[in-house]
């Protein structure tokens, strides 16, 4: 059963109009950690929703179906009516309104408006009523930019009827952090016509099958006290899921994972999220404690995850277990479905443990992760990171007018391009709570803070250095990239 319209072009007239601009906002699971958190109310610049009549599918001369795609704008600083319109992107999760974060002090320095496309099949922007393996065939970061391309010019026409003027286009420029920073990316790569740049913050571009360089940096950003606690966990944990696997489950309120991988996986993503989003002190600081004590450190680690995983952090145990992941059924809480589609079928990221040296279980392998794949959408769903790279470039990327940042503790950076060139400058914020999107969401990067306010990054002059060569940079290239006519 589909929500969808065979709506023909006459059909899509303007029942209002829009003033959009697009930014993107990032990421979600196995890598179930990819997805930015969400913001609270209070810290949203805009949560009214606007709709967008989307194509289902923009490679086939045939299907002409549509379904309602969410968006926002915000418009309260635009320089109307020839101010740059910033699109945020958003990635792989519901986007329920344009977060108050950096993107909010770029709006002002540049007089610009702000938009926002929900990412297709995310949050309200479902083309099904059910999502079966069938049904999320359209489901692609390659029809995501499709989207990105038909919103971007249905918006800029809206703006000139709005403001009557004739065939006029403003400057755009593309936003967006992790899988949406990828997105950002590829945008320009893609649509360099439709955009003046990009910003790809915590941009994963370069499609991973076993993603080792992630656990190791894991590691690294951890340290030399509580690397070995971590490791050492990780040994009593696989221990005594041998010899009673019941107890240990439910010292941590996870026995409903009765598959042992998706367990130490759980295990595994509750240490990476104190590191990824700048929070290393709540992880290391009571470890290496209990460690000095000689206390049971097991118990010490489900104390963190029960406390500030699950509490604090807000995971839910149940994205963790592979019966879960297999539901179709269309609800508030099936992202961790989606993306693990686009996980088993374009981009892997499979955050394996390297051989030697591990901070997770070494049973957390490519097995695991291909079985899952298999067990969750069936049989021949496995990622082919050879095409996706191939398609999009990888770090190889051949684009232009991106800029790329990414925090020297965050593991996703491994996934991104971290070398400069000149016409895709590549930042890295290097200080010791410096994780995913620090140039947008500041420090930590989880819960947000608002405007992405640095003065609590262990360094906040390493991010206000490279946030003043971002504004450079977009200055400049919206400089060189006028009010044109459209089409142009």
């Given amino acids: 059963m589909t929500k969808l319209t065979a709506t023909t072009p006459a059909s899509m007239s303007f029942a209002f109009f829009l003033l959009i601009l697009v930014v993107a906002s990032g990421g979600a699971s196995a890598s179930r950690l990819l997805r930015l958190p969400g913001a609270t109310s209070k810290k949203y610049l805009t949560k009214q929703e606007h709709w967008f009549n989307q194509t289902l599918d923009h490679f086939s001369p045939y299907d002409h ?30 986007c329920s309104g344009i977060a108050n974060d950096y993107i909010s002090v770029l709006a002002k320095k540049f007089g610009a408006a702000v938009v926002s496309l929900e990412h297709r099949y995310y949050g309200k922007s479902s083309p099904f009523k059910s999502l079966t393996t069938k049904d999320l065939r359209f489901l692609s970061s390659k029809q995501a930019l499709f989207d990105l391309a038909a919103f971007r010019q249905y918006y800029q026409d809206s703006l000139n009827a709005k403001f009557n003027r004739p065939n006029i286009d403003n400057s755009w420029f593309v936003f967006g952090v992790s899988y949406a920073g990828a997105l950002s990316a590829w945008f320009r790569l893609k649509f360099p016509h439709l955009t003046c740049g990009s910003l790809a913050s915590s941009a994963v571009v370069q499609a991973i099958h076993n993603f080792t360089a992630f656990d190791k940096q894991v590691g690294e950003s951890a340290g030399p006290e509580c690397k070995p606690v971590l490791q050492e966990i990780t040994r009593l944990v696989d221990q005594r899921l041998g010899s009673n696997a019941e107890a240990v489950k439910t010292l941590f309120n996870a026995t409903e994972l009765k598959n042992d991988g998706d367990f130490l996986y759980f295990l595994a993503d509750a240490a990476v999220v104190a590191i990824q989003y700048g929070n290393p002190d709540k992880l290391c600081i009571p470890l290496i404690e209990a460690k000095k004590a000689g206390a049971d450190l097991v118990e010490a680690y489900a104390t963190y995850v029960k406390d500030y995983y699950v509490g604090s952090f807000g995971a839910s145990v149940q994205t963790y277990n592979q019966e879960h992941l297999k539901k179709t059924t269309l609800t508030d809480d099936t992202s961790d479905r989606l993306w693990w589609f686009q996980v088993c079928t374009e981009v892997a990221y499979f955050q394996v443990a390297p051989s030697n040296d591990s901070i997770r279980s070494l049973r957390v392998d490519s097995r695991y992760h291909l079985d899952l794949c298999k067990n969750v959408f069936g049989e021949g769903i496995y990622p082919d990171v050879t095409a996706t790279n191939l ?72 991010v206000r250095r490279v946030r003043q060569q971002i504004v450079q940079t977009i200055d400049w290239w919206l400089s060189e990239c006028p009010t044109s006519p459209a089409g142009v």
């Fill in 65 to 94: 179906r549509h379904f309602g795609q969410r968006y926002y704008e915000y418009l309260d600083n635009f320089r109307a009516p020839d101010g740059p319109i910033f699109l945020k992107i958003c990635g792989e999760s519901a």
């Fill in 391 to 462: 398609y999009y470039g990888g770090t190889r990327i051949a684009g232009s007018r991106i800029i790329f940042t990414n925090g020297s503790q965050d593991p996703w950076r491994h996934a991104s391009k971290q070398t400069s060139s000149p016409e895709m400058p590549s930042f890295i914020i290097t200080c010791h709570n410096c994780g995913h999107g620090t140039d947008f969401r500041g420090c930590p990067q989880s819960p947000l803070v608002p405007e992405g306010d640095s003065e609590n990054c262990s360094s906040p002059d390493a």
